[in-house]
């Protein structure tokens, strides 16, 4: 993959590694929010998952930002080349992650390993790669020529901002509204490997470019450049159809993305005259395939958009109760409680 936006990006990789400033900030971050880590132990024959959370990673004025991930022993002496690759990989197997955010893998150099559940994939310069958010996962990078651009983007403003530019058709659309509302972590990854005169390459420099530099409004610059991003990668994605998945993935795809588009009004009835099943056929695939059933899904979908009024707006629990369709602010706290175990005011005051 040699051309002259390979070479540019070359550059920028090298400015980053020079000066880290964002392992820097993520170290801070970590050492401030100690309190806030969560980790579950689970079997002792299985992994042990922990949430890697936004506040980690985001300033407070930041709604996507760019991470280079490679090997340095200044910031994480624990994670070099003085420890074997084999040791290093065995220790990501048990140890693995889910995100509060969207994750965009783009390996510019070297090669990394990826493990998904008992799964290994190893990653070649070129390689895209998003990982449904709900999907517990480690990444080794297998020595010093390894690159791995990680692009973050928080999910309230992926969500409020940039997957309108999708169609709700688009398999994309699809992937990363299930990756937030459905509890099963299906499909588990997008994925594909860049051509030398690939599009993608442009967006890639041109984030990574407004990343390095952070000229006035480079938020708003990278939202712009992100979104074409999306959409062509979006076309790159429907040509070649890399989802994965051991479910009938567009079936529920297809229903989740709509009950999302239409969680106030949406009736099995619609349902049925949408998608030429029957309400009770629907029903049933809702369950098996979500674990959870049709008025459950939208009462979920529901307070997710709750933890997102409540998050970036200052409305109150009484508006963000009407506007949602609650019949008072109790019930909407009760609902709100029994989902996420904690109140609504308490939520606002743990993100404030």
Known sequence: MENKLIKKLDVIVRDIRKNPIHMVKFKERIINNSKQKQSVQLDPNKPSISIRKENNFFDDDENITIYLDFLTEQFFPWNTTKTPLKERCKKAKLHQHTHEFFEFYYL?????????????????????????????????????????????????????????????????????????????????????????????????????????TQEPNWQSMMKAVLSGFLLELSSLYQKNKVIQSNTKVLNILDLLSYINSHFMTVTLTELSDKFHYSANYISRFISKQTGHGFAETVNKMKLNKAKEMLANSDFSTETIAATLGYSDRRSFERAFKNVFQITPKQYRDQIA
């Open 108 to 212: 510019h150099s070297g090669t990394c390993h990826i493990y998904v559940d008992e799964s290994e994939f190893i990653l070649q310069p070129g390689a895209i790669w998003i990982l449904n958010t709900q999907l517990a996962h480690n990444v080794v990078l297998d020595d010093e020529t390894t690159n791995l651009v990680n692009i973050l983007v928080r999910k309230s403003t992926f969500m409020d901002s940039l997957i309108n530019m999708l169609d709700t058709d688009d398999l994309l659309y699809q992937f990363f509204v299930n990756s937030i509302y459905s509890p099963v972590a299906q499909p588990k990854y997008i994925s594909c490997q860049l051509e030398e005169d690939c599009d993608l390459l442009f967006f890639l420099y041109k984030l990574l470019s407004t990343y390095l």
